[in-house]
């Protein structure tokens, strides 16, 4: 603990939103933790024994919110790198592409991140001859905004001998499954350590300037690499700045184990994208005549969920498209069959993005406890009858996607993130996704999204002790400038109902589409400050 956690805080003039007193203007902070929340006049006590009295002006004093699905290094290298989501043509996109070449002459290899070329008037990705030429022949790695595939050079196709051979290369097309890993691993091999730790810092940077006090890094051997995994829960544990959680997605639940994971989780893959074609569907697409790639079944689920319960580590899968959804839920009935439902229960596994929930699915994760890590701005990037969703899957299924409010009813545990790179670490965003969700019969309250986004990752990793301001939770807050709080829910009665003070319910800010969302003044983890907005 570093002489800035001994302090001990007195935090006033604000509001604070904490269930211990929805009226709480004041705070207490020691040791790390939570001491005390409660009324201005109060606070009164505390002034004299306090190392420090931070004057709020105002401000909403709020837990730090936790992005319970990041790939670090790759948000960092999309922050401080070729960064293609804003693209709105593939023009576009080849003058972005050959400017960064021609900037960074000395750079062993050129990594992008962000094409979609659903987005673009072409409707198609640039071709391995045309990135030839726009980079000279040297390296290129461009992942499309899912990273489930890519398109490459053929300078870095070179670098990995044999791929042409791997399952998900198809000539002229963008890279898919094995090939596609690869490659991956090739040109995340060729960056220099400095610039990985480079990466990470920047995202560290990045996420602390936006109230998120904790990370869930959904590592793996088909992601990234063990020095990159390793190399970021040691600067996370050496350097102020959000926490690491670690997950890495491997059968092999002895070398999670080893490398410090908390669970052999993450994107351990059932199946891949919609993006892509490769989510695992029951019935084809509507614009491929495919289901999708299968790449676990139930049984080889089973086993690892075994494994990992009898090991004392988190499971969990990477599952999108309805039949790798259910191939998941049936290999953990069947390990609960083996062990016992309550040891199933208690080991808390997840399952990452869970987008084609069927209402027996729905149910499913309920009675295995299953916690459902989800990405509401899929939704808002993806959704509607004219969105990439209903491109793959027609109207009807798409309509069907992420319904988090079926979940919540359900008893279904939600912990939200942004699996950054793929959309961005966007944490009020991300609430404003969920509660404005393009299907309405799927929007939850903004309070409940809220507590998916801060409590929700916190029991997402088997803590129940933190993610609110309560005497003796972790000191993990973040300060904000906002307008006016509110109670938002999905029924307009529910919304004028909760805004009475006597219901006792702890306003949040509007999230209103359109209106401007709070800016973060000051993030804290464990009562040290990693981020305080400059000339405020």
């Known amino acids: 603990m570093s002489a800035n956690e001994h302090r001990t805080v007195l935090l006033r003039g604000g509001e604070v939103h904490s269930p211990a007193d929805p009226f709480a203007t004041a705070m207490v902070v020691e040791r790390g933790h939570v001491a005390w929340v409660g009324s201005e006049g109060a ?18 004093v709020t837990p730090a919110f936790v992005d319970a699905h990041v790939h670090t290094t790759a948000t960092g290298l999309a922050l401080t790198g070729l960064d293609l989501s804003a693209a709105a043509s593939l ?43 726009l980079t000279g022949g040297r390296p290129l790695y461009l992942t499309r905004i899912d990273v489930h595939s890519a398109v490459v050079t053929t300078a870095l196709l070179d670098l990995v001998p044999g791929v042409r051979a791997l399952a998900g290369f198809d000539d002229g097309q963008p890279l898919t499954g094995d090939a596609h890993h690869a490659v991956r691993a090739a040109a995340y091999a060729a960056l220099s350590p400095r610039q990985r730790t480079e990466a990470q810092r920047a995202a560290r940077r990045h996420a602390a300037s936006l109230g998120i ?30 926490r690491v959680v670690g997950y890495w997605a491997d059968l092999d639940v002895e070398r999670a184990r080893a490398l410090g994971a908390l669970g052999a989780a993450g994107d351990l893959f059932a199946d891949g994208s919609l993006g892509s074609h490769t989510a695992c569907l029951h019935e084809a697409y509507a614009d491929r005549d495919a289901t999708g790639v299968a790449h676990l079944d139930a049984a080889a689920v089973a086993a690892h969920v075994v494994a990992c319960t009898e090991t004392g580590l988190q499971a969990g899968f990477h599952a999108i498209g309805d039949a790798a959804v259910d191939a998941v839920l049936e290999g953990v ?8 439902l309550a040891r199933i229960r208690a080991a808390r596994h997840r399952v990452e993005h869970a987008e084609m929930l069927s209402p027996e699915a729905i149910a499913g994760f309920a009675e295995l406890g299953l916690t459902a890590s989800v990405q509401p701005a899929f939704d808002a990037y993806w959704g ?50 969920a509660a404005f969700h393009r299907t309405p019969e799927h929007r939850v309250s903004v309070r409940a999204a809220f507590t998916a ?25 973040a300060v904000w400038r906002t307008g006016e709080l509110v109670v938002q829910a ?13 219901s006792g319910t702890p306003g949040l800010p509007d999230l209103t589409p359109g209106r401007e969302l709070p800016v973060c003044l000051r993030t804290v983890v464990s009562g040290q400050t990693v981020f305080v907005r400059p000339n405020v």
């Open 43 to 60: 606070a009164d006590a505390f002034a004299s024994g306090v190392d420090e009295v931070v004057d709020l002006d105002g401000a909403l």
């Open 91 to 133: 023009a576009d996109a080849a003058e972005r592409i050959r400017a960064y070449a021609t900037a960074r002459p000395a750079d062993r290899i050129l990594i992008g991140h962000g094409w979609d070329a659903a987005r673009w008037p072409e409707r198609r990705p640039l071709t391995r001859a045309e990135l030839d030429e």
């Open 213 to 242: 006090g904790t990370l869930h890094e959904c590592g793996g051997p088909e992601i990234s690499s063990e020095e990159d995994f390793t190399g970021l829960l040691d600067l996370a544990r050496s350097e102020p700045g959000p």
């Open 333 to 340: 009935r069947t390990a609960s069959e083996k062990l016992g």
């Open 384 to 433: 509607g009858e004219e969105g990439m969703y209903a491109d793959r899957l027609g109207v009807e299924r798409a309509r069907a996607l992420n319904p988090y409010a079926a979940m919540l009813r359900a008893g279904v545990p939600l912990a939200f993130g942004s699996d950054s790179p793929v959309t961005p670490l966007d944490p009020w965003g991300t609430v404003r996704a």
């Open 453 to 477: 986004h801060t409590r929700g990752g916190w029991r997402a990793v088997g803590r129940d002790d933190a993610g609110t301001l309560v005497p003796g939770a972790p000191a993990d807050y």
């Open 490 to 502: 999905p029924d307009d009665r529910v919304a004028r109902w909760s805004t009475d003070p006597r």
